[in-house]
């Protein structure tokens, strides 16, 4: 068995274009954008696209996609972090249909452009299959079904029985599941820096090593340079509230992966992992696998405690005891993969707004422009944003900028220490709502007090 500590921590989709120079003099753009990930980089390559005589340049702090675009799971899905339901309270039912079938467009969005661009991120559309493996979480597969019909939406899920789902993944204890074909897969390493060079060759400016140490309106301070710009996107995601202004807008919380050393094929035949599916089960503490183009098994969950403070630290990458239970999870899921080896461990935050609303929008008055608190779901989310941003950028009127997730004012996060207690006993309600429905096999009352304090999410 692998001693998992001895990992570095070290991304599978880890590989680096030769270093971008930093920004060292004093310069002016008509857009700053603040961060190269996903959203910083698919809104430069939309507005690029829009307006070829637009000056854009994009200020990275480390490198392209160093953050959570370099390391998550790769799924590239149409799953809103907030359930449909209560968009629908919030919005009205129309907005909530609108948003699902945006998500599920922007799924084929992405490969559309992947493929016309040639970008090697091995983007597979099969789909999402959420295993229900406990009685409790079948009955969330059927109350998800039952609620995606009542809002007008019967095809976005279907729920399978035991042996249709575990035709599709033989996992332990498959009771049903859930599948959704709006899912796809990729390797989110390839496509950041792919879209990267793409929008370079688009005539935009990546400066690498290049922390912004304060912005406003019209300018981006970093500590030898200052850029000026008519509009300044601030797209950086779990450290945005590592600025000043920002402290209270979201909170980094650390999601963790695991890859394994690729299958061999009568393995992958046996569990049913020959196609490249998106896939988990129904348990409340979320966990996330695909299968690599190389055979590898790429898994990852949640589960480690807030920083106090909201603080983010290479330090708090890999935590081995979190690595040691998502493989308890991968083994417990597959047991014939116990002696598999771990050949990587790595981990990463995301950010989370006091709503779990993702956000995107413009003040035209002050030119400052945002995006994310995708929560773990902005593979997909951070391309519609992208399109969102350049369409109220340069007042392009278009159905999607009337989403909800347009312009959504989150209530800010609460002061310390009321913050780490209520984000650490989230995290506990989650875990313990597990551990609950394992033992009764009924739904959770810890899951369900966890959902009356975030809004039923
Ligand atoms: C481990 C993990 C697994 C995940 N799995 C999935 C998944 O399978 N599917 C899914 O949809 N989502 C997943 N997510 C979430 C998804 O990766 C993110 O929502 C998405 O990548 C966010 O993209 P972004 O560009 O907004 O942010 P990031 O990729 O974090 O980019 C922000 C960039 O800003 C830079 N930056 C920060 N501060 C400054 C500054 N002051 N000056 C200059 N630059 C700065 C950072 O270095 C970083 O490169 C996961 C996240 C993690 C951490």
């Known amino acids: 068995m692998t001693i998992l500590e001895d990992l570095p921590n070290l991304p599978y989709w880890s590989a680096r274009d030769p270093a971008r120079a930093p920004l060292d003099r004093d310069s002016s753009v008509d857009i700053a954008i603040i961060g190269a990930g996903f959203t910083g980089l698919w809104a430069a390559f939309y507005l690029a696209q829009a307006d070829p005589t637009l000056r854009i340049a994009i200020i990275e702090r480390d490198h392209v996609g160093f953050g959570a675009s370099g390391r998550n799971g790769g799924w590239t899905s149409s799953i809103f972090p907030v359930s449909l339901d209560h968009v629908a309270k919030q919005y009205g039912r129309a907005a909530a249909v609108h948003l699902q079938l945006e998500m599920n467009e922007t799924v084929d969005e992405i490969g559309r452009v992947i493929a016309a661009e040639g970008i090697d991120a091995q983007y597979v559309k099969h789909g999402f299959l959420s295993l229900a493996r406990s009685r409790a979480q079948l009955a969330r597969a059927r109350a998800m079904v039952g609620s995606s019909s009542a809002l007008g939406l019967p095809e976005q899920w279907r729920l399978l029985g035991a042996g249709q ?11 049903g599941g859930l599948f959704t074909p709006h899912c796809a897969v990729v390797h ?10 793409i929008v370079e060759r688009m005539g935009v400016a990546i400066y690498e090593g290049t922390p912004a140490t304060s912005f406003g309106a019209g300018e981006v301070v970093a500590p030898n340079a200052r850029l000026d710009a008519k509009i300044v996107l601030r797209a950086t995601e779990a450290f945005t509230c590592q600025f000043k202004t920002c402290r209270r807008l979201t909170v980094p919380i650390y999601s963790f992966v695991l890859a394994t050393e690729p299958l061999p094929i009568a393995t992958r035949e046996r569990l049913g992992l020959t196609r490249r599916l998106a896939f988990n089960d129904l348990r409340h503490l979320r966990i996330y696998a ?60 995301l950010a989370v707004a ?6 995107v929008g413009f003040d035209r008055d002050s030119g ?22 350049r369409n109220l950028i340069l007042g392009r009127d278009e159905p999607i900028n009337l989403l909800p997730i347009v312009n959504h004012k989150s209530p800010q996060w609460e002061i310390e220490p009321m913050r780490w207690a209520g ?35």
């Open 290 to 349: 695909q299968l690599a183009a190389d055979g590898r098994l790429i898994f990852g969950g949640r589960g480690a405690p807030y920083h106090f403070g909201s603080k983010i630290s290479p330090r708090y990458d890999v935590p081995g005891r979190i690595h040691a239970k998502i493989r308890h999870s991968m083994v417990e899921m597959f047991p014939s993969l116990r002696d598999l080896r771990i050949t990587h461990r790595w981990g990463g935050a």
């Open 165 to 175: 789902a575990a035709d599709m993944i033989d996992a332990s204890g498959v009771l």
């Open 368 to 389: 400052i422009a945002w995006a994310g608190q995708y929560v773990g779901d902005g593979v997909a989310t951070s391309n519609l944003a992208g399109r969102i941003l």
């Open 423 to 457: 984000v650490n006993a989230g995290i506990a309600l989650a875990a313990m709502g597990d551990a609950e429905e394992r033992f009764t096999g009924r739904p959770s009352q810890c899951a369900r007090m966890l959902e009356s304090i975030t809004g039923g999410h």
């Open 188 to 197: 989110p390493g390839n496509l950041v820096r792919g879209l990267a060079r």
């Open 354 to 359: 006091r709503d779990w609303y993702p956000a």
